[in-house]
């Protein structure tokens, strides 16, 4: 699976962006897939996950209530949007799949197989 993130930018605090993840490579509707993001200097941190189905979303609780993540299986895409941006969403943004015999998205960075290249998102107070 080849996974394409983009749709990051400079947005100001309160503002919103949609990323977007394409896939190509294998049947995309049999992968959960994730988002993560990493900071300067810090650790990659989950943001967001989907199970295969849509039937399961997941979310870090900092983004509970201000991120969505959705997928659109005919368009091999996952999204996320990201209302009410905060200075310290700034990072890059990373989507995740997981290997087509997982159903389940997944919390842990080590339980994803195939990554994105990174989009950077950039909010200013």
């Known amino acids: 699976v080849q996974l394409q993130a983009s749709g990051g930018g400079l947005v100001q605090a309160g503002g919103s962006l949609r990323l977007s993840c394409a896939a190509s490579g294998r049947t995309f509707s049999s992968n959960a897939m994730g988002w993560f993001r990493q900071a300067p200097g810090k650790e990659r941190e989950f943001v967001a996950a989907?199970?295969?189905?849509?039937?399961?979303?997941y979310y870090a609780d900092s983004m509970k209530g201000r991120f969505t993540i959705s997928r659109d299986n005919a368009k091999n895409t996952v999204y996320l949007l990201m209302n009410s941006l905060k200075p310290e969403d700034t990072a890059v943004y990373y989507c995740?799949?997981?290997?087509?015999?997982?159903?389940?998205?997944?919390?842990?960075?080590?339980?994803?197989?195939?990554w994105g290249q990174g989009t950077q998102v950039t909010v200013s107070s």
């Open positions: 989907i199970s295969r189905s849509y039937t399961s979303t």
């Open positions: 995740a799949a997981r290997r087509s015999t997982c159903y389940s998205g997944s919390y842990y960075y080590t339980d994803y197989d195939y």
